[in-house]
């Protein structure tokens, strides 16, 4: 798929990024990407298994059936993106920001996440179980049908969420 004799994943990436709106079915698995800007992307049916992400930008992307299962995400935005049916499974965020994204149906299971947000975000259908959520607010948030099963809370708040209509297995943190 790359020819690393001449360039690295992260320069054929950054080609196909800046020559194109969409990613369909490529799998970049196993890579290492810093600083890149996939605004306004629209990435479908993409692996990115066990990928870092350092300092990227997915602002108002629209991401389908993806994976990002024991991926890294460390200084990353993804501020109004609209992700659905994707897979974040093992996943560890640190300092990343969700703020006013429509996450519908994802997997979110086993992930650690520290110092990051997914205020006003809507989480719909989504499943946080077995998590590490610490300094992860999700605040003003739609939770209907969203799983919050297993997890390890601190200082973690659900202040204006609805989370009557939520699955939570024990007190909710509403702080």
Same mark, same amino acid.
Not at 151 to 168: E, P
């Given at each position: 798929m790359f020819n690393t004799a001449t360039q690295t994943v992260q320069e054929d990436l950054a080609a196909l990024l800046a020559t194109g709106s969409s990613l369909n079915g490529r799998d970049f698995s196993r890579a290492s990407f810093?600083?890149?800007d %996939?605004? *306004?992307? /629209?990435?479908?049916? #993409? !692996? +990115?298994?066990?990928?870092?992400?350092?300092?990227?930008? &997915?602002?108002?992307?629209r991401i389908r059936m993806s994976f990002f299962d024991f991926a890294c995400f460390i200084g990353c935005t993804f501020e109004n993106?609209?992700?659905?049916?994707?897979?974040?499974?093992g996943s560890t965020f640190e300092n990343t920001d969700f703020a006013n994204a429509e996450l519908l149906?994802?997997? %979110?299971? *086993?992930? /650690?996440?520290?110092? #990051? !947000? +997914?205020?006003d975000s809507d989480l719909y259908g989504?499943? &946080?179980?077995?998590?590490?959520?610490?300094?992860?607010?999700?605040?003003n948030c739609n939770i209907k049908k969203t799983h919050f099963i297993k997890?390890?809370?601190?200082?973690?708040?659900?202040?204006?969420?609805?989370?009557?209509?939520?699955?939570?297995d024990n007190e909710v943190p509403l702080s």
């Open positions: 810093h600083n890149l %996939f605004s *306004g992307k /629209k990435i479908t049916g #993409c !692996s +990115f298994l066990h990928t870092r992400f350092t300092g990227c930008v &997915f602002t108002g992307a993106a609209d992700i659905q049916f994707s897979c974040f499974a149906i994802n997997n %979110f299971t *086993g992930i /650690k996440a520290h110092n #990051c !947000s +997914f205020n989504s499943r &946080f179980i077995h998590c590490l959520l610490d300094n992860t607010p999700f605040q997890n390890t809370y601190h200082d973690v708040s659900f202040k204006s969420s609805n989370t009557r209509i939520a699955y939570f």
